[in-house]
């Protein structure tokens, strides 16, 4: 039996029966078939129907694996703010979940976008002040070290590795990182958990978070990349929109005790820059023994976030 292969009928047997033992022990057996929701290289869920609702099973390949034991840390780290397993195995990856109903995003149906996410972008900062005082432990549980001392090398790793055609432009920008990385490590803000693809199908309207297979330790502001742009092309956005630049600030204010706005703002422009970096390498892991054949689309993924590199960001 592969550790990464979803079409192991060995692998899945084994899946099976792991789920429906648990079930069996919190006297919520399964009432139907265990059948795949969604399958994607890097991981996969499963529905299983009990008499007390529906139950959620996901794994990881091997470098994504520590999003099991993260997500049964972060029960613990930050009580209620993200949603908790009902069981882990933290040597295979895999999560067993309730069914927690519509993401925010499809429950917003026409609400105010910009007011759901200014929430939920408040409470996501306070999740991330909550894990730094666990930098530490939750490195030694496998979370990605993604911290602006580690990116520099990080980056060169990147570039010589013969599988990422990176742009030509691309190798030119390492005295650029460098010091972007120099001046974020000088701005006071502590390295936190970094979920590194939050937006609103990654929430419950209740402001708990999930999905935590891209995450890292990193610098705290670097969230931002992917959930700006999520949102500049929802809304259909320029960069600097004055609506991306109201939800920075109210990102920011959680984090303003003894940092000058000015810092602040300034750190965000270049977190968002070198979360670039943490995106390729990301998709890197995702991709790395992935368990099912690879699209054009996933394999140049990481190519694609270091050309970006190139690039402005929303803010």
């Given at each position: 039996?592969?550790?990464?292969d979803?079409?192991?009928p060995?692998?899945?047997?084994?899946?099976?029966?792991?789920?429906?033992?648990?079930?069996?022990?919190?006297?919520?057996?399964?009432?139907?078939?265990f059948t795949?929701?969604?399958?994607?290289?890097?991981?996969?869920?499963?529905?299983?129907?009990?008499?007390?609702?529906?139950?959620?099973?996901?794994a990881?390949?091997?470098?994504?694996?520590?999003?099991?034991?993260?997500?049964?840390?972060l029960?613990?780290?930050?009580?209620?703010?993200?949603?908790?397993?009902?069981?882990v195995?933290?040597?295979?990856?895999?999560?067993?979940t309730?069914?927690?109903?519509?993401?925010?995003?499809?429950?917003l149906?026409?609400?105010d976008?910009?007011k759901?996410?200014?929430?939920m972008?408040?409470?996501?900062?306070?999740?991330?002040?909550?894990?730094v005082?666990?930098?530490?432990?939750l490195?030694?549980?496998?979370?990605?070290?993604?911290?602006?001392?580690?990116?520099?090398g990080?980056?060169a790793?990147?570039?010589?590795?013969?599988?990422?055609?990176?742009?030509?432009?691309v190798?030119?920008?390492?005295?650029d990182?460098?010091?972007?990385?120099?001046?974020?490590?000088?701005?006071?803000?502590?390295?936190?958990l970094?979920?590194?693809?939050?937006?609103?199908?990654?929430?419950?309207?209740?402001?708990?978070?999930?999905?935590?297979?891209?995450?890292?330790?990193?610098h705290?502001?670097?969230?931002?990349?992917?959930?700006?742009?999520v949102?500049q092309?929802?809304?259909?956005?320029?960069?600097?929109?004055?609506?991306?630049i109201?939800?920075?600030?109210?990102?920011?204010?959680?984090?303003?005790?003894?940092?000058?706005?000015?810092?602040?703002?300034?750190?965000?422009?270049?977190?968002?820059?070198?979360?670039?970096?943490?995106?390729?390498?990301?998709?890197?892991?995702?991709?790395?023994?992935?368990?099912?054949?690879?699209?054009?689309d996933?394999?140049?993924?990481?190519?694609?976030?270091?050309?970006?590199?190139?690039?402005?960001?929303?803010?």
């Amino acid at each position: 039996m592969r550790a990464n292969d979803w079409n192991d009928p060995d692998w899945q047997a084994a899946a099976q029966d792991w789920v429906t033992a648990h079930l069996a022990a919190q006297h919520t057996p399964a009432t139907g078939t265990f059948t795949p929701h969604r399958v994607r290289p890097w991981s996969v869920t499963y529905r299983m129907p009990t008499h007390a609702g529906t139950r959620w099973f996901k794994a990881n390949i091997t470098d994504c694996r520590y999003e099991a034991a993260l997500a049964e840390a972060l029960t613990r780290i930050a009580p209620g703010a993200t949603l908790p397993p009902l069981a882990v195995d933290v040597s295979r990856g895999w999560l067993l979940t309730a069914d927690a109903g519509p993401t925010l995003r499809e429950a917003l149906d026409g609400a105010d976008r910009l007011k759901a996410w200014t929430t939920m972008l408040q409470a996501y900062a306070e999740l991330q002040q909550a894990t730094v005082p666990h930098v530490a432990e939750l490195l030694a549980l496998g979370v990605p070290d993604s911290r602006v001392s580690a990116i520099p090398g990080l980056f060169a790793e990147l570039l010589a590795d013969p599988a990422i055609e990176v742009d030509p432009a691309v190798p030119d920008l390492a005295p650029d990182v460098a010091r972007w990385c120099a001046e974020l490590a000088a701005d006071g803000i502590p390295a936190a958990l970094q979920h590194d693809d939050l937006h609103d199908d990654n929430v419950f309207p209740d402001l708990r978070f999930f999905d935590w297979g891209d995450a890292s330790i990193a610098h705290p502001f670097g969230s931002l990349l992917v959930t700006l742009n999520v949102l500049q092309a929802q809304l259909d956005l320029p960069n600097g929109a004055s609506e991306l630049i109201r939800l920075r600030d109210a990102y920011l204010e959680p984090w303003s005790g003894s940092v000058d706005p000015a810092t602040l703002r300034r750190s965000v422009t270049l977190a968002c820059r070198v979360t670039k970096v943490s995106r390729a390498l990301s998709w890197r892991r995702a991709l790395r023994d992935a368990a099912v054949p690879v699209d054009d689309d996933y394999r140049t993924a990481p190519a694609a976030w270091l050309g970006e590199l190139t690039g402005g960001t929303a803010v």
